[in-house]
């Protein structure tokens, strides 16, 4: 299945570069023939919910973090925190956890020991509606795609598609 592949990609979140780079590699022996990049979701910025502020990641170190999940790989959410010099507690749920106004308010109680509440983009759309009004902010963290190797695969793959659609747009219908 791999060999009729169009592109294959490897994404990293909390790996290193190296071991990221070896998957691909390995992948790539048994399909030498199909192209490949290796992209990194690095953390771009905390941002406070429902407010235009914003911070530096870099701003987290030292601090005592709540980091708030429900995502499919948690511990690569609360390595980038660490990282970042964070003092991680984690409160992991399920992937696609669909957060209850309990689960705000037991969260909330929980940031009393924190210096920060953060999560992820995916949960702050979630949790931040229900967080509880004079609770410690919530925070989450936006995420930049990096492409660390086969930007050229990309772009030639991306050319391709759009020609496609609009060589389809023009077709006869």
Do not use: M
């Not at 749920?93 to 109680?109: I, S």
């Not at 660390?148 to 793959?157: I, K, N, P, Q």
């Amino acid at each position: 299945a791999l060999r009729r592949a169009t592109l294959v990609a490897v994404t990293r979140k909390a790996v290193p570069r190296e071991e990221a780079e070896a998957w691909l590699d390995r992948l790539g022996a048994h399909a030498p023939g199909v192209p490949r990049l290796l992209l990194h979701l690095r953390p771009d910025a905390l941002r406070r919910w429902g407010a235009p502020d914003a911070e530096p990641v870099s701003g987290l170190a030292g601090e005592r973090v709540l980091a708030v999940s429900g995502i499919g790989d948690p511990r690569a959410f609360a390595a980038q925190l660490r990282a970042a010099g964070a003092e991680v507690d984690e409160a992991a749920h399920g992937d696609h956890h669909a957060f209850d106004a309990g689960d705000a308010e037991r969260l909330a109680a929980r940031a009393a020991a924190a210096d920060r509440v953060v999560c992820t983009l995916k949960d702050a759309v979630k949790l931040g509606p229900l967080w509880p009004r004079g609770a410690p902010a919530l925070w989450y963290v936006s995420q930049r795609v990096v492409v660390e190797r086969g930007a050229r695969v990309l772009a030639d793959s991306l050319d391709r598609l759009l020609a496609a659609r609009d060589a389809g747009a023009r077709a006869p219908g």
